[in-house]
């Protein structure tokens, strides 16, 4: 249902039909590799067949009881895989990649309900599974099928969990959780989202206890000096977004 | 008055002052000295605080010293804890002047530790504390022996507390000590309300039966309730008992049984009537629009020929903006301060300072000074808007001239031609002395689960006792045996379907069948997190420096800080908005490590913002039903001023009346656009539920909602369909757009979503210690509370939508934010009462509510429409 605000509805709703037409999916070319971006959050490589996502963050609910005795309903592994299993129906890939920080810590694998463990096999049936090491898991690949990888090299992409200002053009991370924010006349919409510079992309988490930061905060800053688009996960689809529209926290 | 009941040194004490104890003083004197817990209904200046304590200073000056320590004899409860610390001033006097020993003190969030370890130790004789605080003092360890001896409680304002969660948390609290202490009696000092037999039920053990410590038979003489007017004429009621046991244990019935144990009833009726008046300036009122610019000279008139005035509003933003407008006119600068929830705290207390002080003339203030200790010698009350409720106007009146021999002055200013007739529903109302106080509440389940933790904190509990005591508590005497259970799996291991946490259980049952708690740890998260009342995550606003020669250049650190505005707002300002705040018109410079950073703005420069979050009360469903009939009826205009009638009169000729009890229904084309209004007169809370559900079913029916807007009155949805023809194709169109079912599955899809239902949540899991309370100085700020509760929200309900918390976040939208059971009531009363009139132009009546939009943002969910704007400024970017 449209809502938009009073005064501005034929304005918004012509402008939306020419930028239906014009990203209707919002493609991104990196080191001559073309990308898809998808509302799931994650990334679609066509030519490679191959699924990205990033920041799972398993067992994140569970890792709360353990530390803190917060009692944060365990279903975030469920429905974190839930989410997963969609985005892998839809496009069948030959590959699945988790771009680090699968597990919210070592211990997670462990935790983890035998019904979820399942899903995670019957997800990797039939196709290659990497497990990029992250910063919170480290270590882990045991018990959990798929192979592990510092970094993993596609094409011209180079796919490591966090991001390196030195890295040459086509680095495809994660680890940040990037957000992006809009205010407009009294309302604020907050999203995970895509950054990109057309050099590199960092990737929004994906898990479904993970929070975000804010685009504007410095530690982009270095990552992206000549500025950048965000890609916003909105309810309907992805928002491409200039780095001037999106405002702090 | 019976002679001979005071002792003699009393009598004494009120002779020198040249007094004589009131009638209800004595009587209550004699119920408490009966054993019998007692509700004080009295007006203010009715000398209430002292009929409160009088049972308890002449048991104590009656009592034959002893050396030992005695234990607490009496606990006074106040909602407020400024109003505790000035109770224990006020008893200073008497309790000095006659000699007494007795032993006052108080215990707040203020008391230092050492005062706190002391007092449970060396007990006063008197305590006064806050609900909050009892709620502690029952976990306590020692709580036992502490109350073993507790003789009295004195719960004061009951009316205000009884109202919310906080209430429900005293109602536990009360029952434990009704329990630790079997003889105990409940004093309830209260205003007015509309069902008194609410709150008497609340003071006293509900569903009694035979419990070990009670024995049997049955509690004698509870329950012999008595109602007496000042006059001095008592009317027994007969003794009503509950016999009705529970078939079995842990089976309770669904319904109260009734009739149930009620404590005595003193009536002191109110003395003399208000002197109540609308303000009359001859002016012509808008037609909406709430700030009553016009009536500000008329205002400081009064304010000139006044002692002390108090000038209540609404909602903060109103505060505001009366502030400014009062001192543009000042021009003799008399001392006019400001008093809202949002300022610093100290700005708030020097404000009170001086106005007890009689420095100050007036005082623009919010619902934050509707109760409390008598600042002052105010002698006029003049409120700004709509009064919202008859009860509360009451209670606002009562705030001037606290001698109740004496008439209080007031003056209602309505800001527009709806408010007048909301002002002539209330004087009417209060003419009546009719009541429109809310029904008692069901205890919330969030609540019952932090008293829970609670309770295994003070010692282990056997859980068939404890779901006993609980159901003695009033809000709480129709749990059942299986939502009890609920409550004490969820503060075990989170109540979830997948059995995820039993290992970190933070309560274990042992091998006795006792439930303990696991250790000092979950001890110490309870304390930390304890009361009911959440404030949104809140940040300060600091008056920033410019840098000279630099304009748009800020210092980000130096300047003070005005006060604290709601994240939400905050969240919604781009720098260079400009807003007003602390009586100013504020630039804002941006954020800076959770502090937002402003400027003053230029003069002349208009706030840009138009409002942020501050209290705004429904309009009550009993003064709605006045306004309704006072429309419907042409021979009631004559006491309304002209415009008003003339109003009404323009209305009937275009269309037609809505009628006392149906639903008008009006339709419209305006420029290119179609219009539906309906004017369901249920306040805005409901309309913009009712909004929101509406166009999604209108959007079904393929009319195209484009968006709505709601004010207290009606609603108004605009479409780019042609409705009227819709409405005439189809006879039972309009009955089936706003049938009874529309609460069914498209509510529930709708409150999925909605980021209230979110908030709602946020509340409730803090309140049940899902998440933790965030405290001064710790690193978890209120932000990443918020965003992380949204993400809990989104799974729970996913995956186990029964859940406890969910099941008391929809409990609270019922009643609170989304007003979801009145807008039942409001589809049940026009089932086959909708009127329909097709127009070829707005209405008189619809043009109030048609300029709302634009004014008030819309509620819309859609963030995909913000997102695809800030898109398109991409797009022309790249294309231009």
């Known amino acids: ?249 | 008055m019976p002679e001979g009941s005071l002792p003699a040194r009393f009598e004494a004490w009120f002779a020198s002052r040249g007094w004589a104890p009131r009638p209800h003083q004595v009587e209550l004197l004699r119920i408490v000295g009966d054993g019998r817990s007692a509700l004080l209904v009295a007006p203010t200046g009715a000398g209430k605080t002292l009929a409160g304590f009088l049972p308890s200073l002449v048991a104590l000056s009656e009592r034959a010293p002893s050396r030992r320590a005695r234990g607490l004899h009496t606990l006074y409860i106040s909602p407020l804890k400024a109003l505790a610390v000035d109770i224990a001033r006020n008893l200073e006097a008497p309790i000095a002047e006659m000699g007494l020993p007795i032993r006052v003190e108080t215990r707040t969030g203020d008391t230092p530790s050492h005062k706190r370890t002391r007092q449970i130790e060396r007990p006063p004789d008197i305590l006064l504390t806050t609900p909050e605080q009892l709620a502690l003092l029952i976990a306590h360890r020692e709580a036992s022996d502490l109350f073993a001896n507790l003789s009295c409680v004195v719960l004061d304002e009951l009316h205000a507390l009884v109202t919310s969660k906080r209430g429900d948390l005293l109602s536990l609290g009360l029952a434990r000590l009704h329990r630790l202490s079997p003889g105990l009696t409940a004093i309830g000092l209260s205003a007015t309300v509309r069902e008194p037999d609410d709150l008497r039920r609340y003071l006293v053990p509900q569903g009694s039966r035979p419990t070990e410590e009670r024995g049997s038979p049955l509690l004698e003489g509870e329950g012999q309730g008595e109602v007496r007017g000042l006059s001095g004429e008592v009317t027994h009621l007969t003794p009503t008992l509950s016999f009705q046991e529970r078939e079995r244990r842990g089976v309770h019935d669904a319904v109260a049984p009734e009739p149930t144990p009620m404590a005595d009833l003193v009536v002191v009726k109110g003395g003399a009537a208000p002197d109540l008046h609308m303000l009359e300036t001859g002016l012509t009122l808008p037609l909406a629009g709430h700030t009553a610019s016009q009536a500000m000279p008329a205002i400081y008139d009064l304010i000139q020929a006044h002692r002390t005035v108090l000038v209540f509003v609404n909602t903060r933003l109103q505060a505001e903006y009366t502030f400014q407008e009062l001192w543009r006119i000042n021009e003799a600068s008399l001392p006019i301060a400001l008093h809202h929830g949002s300022l610093d705290a100290s700005q708030r207390r020097r404000v009170e300072a001086a106005m007890a002080a009689g420095q100050l003339r007036a005082i623009v203030c919010t619902a934050t000074l509707d109760l409390g200790i008598d600042w002052g010698d105010v002698d006029l009350v003049v409120n700004i808007g709509a009064p919202k409720g008859a009860s509360r106007i009451m209670q606002r009146i009562g705030r001037a001239n606290h001698r109740m021999d004496e008439p209080s002055k007031a003056y209602l200013v309505p800001g527009n031609r709806f408010e007048i007739l909301e002002c002539q529903a209330a004087l009417d109302a209060v003419e009546a002395a009719a009541q429109d106080t809310p029904d008692a509440r069901l205890g919330a389940p969030d609540v019952l689960a932090q008293h829970v933790l609670g309770m295994a904190c003070a010692d282990a509990f056997d859980p068939l006792r404890l779901y006993d005591e609980i159901v003695s508590a009033a809000p709480y005497a129709t749990l059942s045996w299986e939502d009890f259970e609920a409550v004490v799996d969820y503060v075990a291991t989170g109540g979830y379907a997948l059995r995820a946490y039993e290992r970190f259980a933070k309560i274990l049952r042992g091998p006795d069948g006792l439930w303990r708690v696991r250790d000092a740890r979950i001890a110490q998260q309870y304390r930390m997190n304890v009361g009911t009342i959440v404030e949104s995550a809140k940040v300060k606003v600091r008056l920033a420096r410019g840098v000279r020669g630099k304009p748009g250049a800020i210092l980000p650190k130096g300047g003070r800080v005005l006060g604290e505005i709601e994240e939400d707002f905050a969240d919604t300002l781009t720098p260079g908005d400009t807003f007003l705040f602390a009586g100013e018109v504020l630039r804002f410079e941006g954020l800076s490590e959770d502090e937002a950073l402003a400027t003053r703005a230029g003069p002349g420069t208009d706030p840009a913002i138009p409002s942020y979050a501050g209290a705004k009360f429904p309009l009550s469903t009993f003064l709605a039903a006045r306004v309704r009939a006072l429309i419907a009826d042409p021979f009631e205009w004559d006491r309304l001023p002209k415009q008003v009638a003339d109003y009404l009169l323009l209305q009937r000729q275009r269309s037609i009346l809505p009628g006392p009890e149906g639903l008008l229904v009006e339709t419209f084309p305006r420029s290119g656009r179609h219009y539906l209004t309906a004017f369901p007169f249920e306040g805005r809370l409901a309309h913009q539920t009712l909004g929101m559900l509406l166009t999604r079913r209108m959007e079904r029916a393929r009319l195209r909602p484009l968006g709505f807007a709601a004010n207290d009155y009606g609603i108004a949805v605009w479409m780019t369909r042609d409705v009227s023809e819709a409405i005439a194709r189809e006879p039972g169109f309009l009955a089936e757009l706003f049938a009874e079912d529309m609460l069914g599955d498209d509510l529930e899809a709708w409150l999925d979503e909605s980021s209230m239902m979110k908030r709602t949540f946020r509340q409730c899991a803090v309140i049940a210690g899902l998440i933790e309370r965030r405290h001064p100085g710790q690193k978890k700020t209120g932000r990443q509370v918020t965003m992380s509760t949204d993400l809990v929200y989104d799974v729970l309900r996913k995956h186990q939508p029964d859940h406890l918390l969910l099941r008391a976040a929809r409990q609270d939208a019922a009643t609170g934010l989304l007003d979801v059971a009145r807008l039942g009531m409001m589809l049940r009363r026009i089932q086959g009462r909708i009127t329909h009139k097709a127009l070829d132009r707005v209405s008189p009546l619809s043009v109030s509510v048609m300029l709302e939009i634009g004014r008030e943002k819309v509620y819309g969910e859609g963030a995909d429409e913000i997102l695809a704007e800030a898109e398109a400024q991409l797009l022309e970017e790249a294309l231009g």
Not at chain 1, 95 to 102: E, K, N, P
Not at chain 1, 202 to 229: H, I, K, W
């Open chain 1, 1 to 249: 249902m449209t809502r938009p605000f009073p005064g501005c509805e034929d304005a918004i709703l012509a402008l939306g039909q020419k930028l239906e037409r014009t990203i209707k999916t919002p493609g991104l070319t990196l080191a001559g590799e073309a990308l898809t971006l998808d509302l799931c959050g994650g990334v679609w490589l066509a030519a490679h067949r191959t699924l990205i996502v990033s920041d799972l963050h398993l067992e994140k609910g569970s890792a709360f009881a353990v530390r803190s005795g917060q009692f944060l309903p365990p279903y975030d592994t469920r429905e974190t895989l839930a989410c997963l299993h969609e985005a892998v129906a839809r496009f069948d890939p030959a590959c699945v990649v988790a771009l680090g920080d699968s597990f919210h810590d070592a211990r997670g694998p462990e935790r983890m309900e035998p019904g979820d463990r399942a899903m995670i096999a019957a997800l990797q049936e039939g196709r290659d599974w990497v497990w990029i090491a992250g910063n919170h898991d480290q270590a882990v690949s045991e018990g959990v099928g798929g192979r592990y990888a510092e970094t993993l090299r596609l094409g011209g992409l180079t796919l490591r969990h966090e991001p390196s200002p030195e890295a040459p053009d086509g680095e495809i991370a994660g680890h940040l959780h990037p957000c992006g924010k809009v205010a407009m006349r009294g309302r604020a919409v907050r999203r995970r989202c895509f950054v990109t510079d057309g050099r590199r992309l960092v990737m929004p988490a994906f898990g479904a206890y993970a929070g975000g930061l804010n685009v504007r905060n410095p530690a982009f800053d270095p990552l992206f000096p000549a500025g950048f688009t965000a890609h916003l996960l909105g309810d309907g689809r992805v928002f491409a977004i200039g780095k001037a529209m999106l405002t702090r926290d």
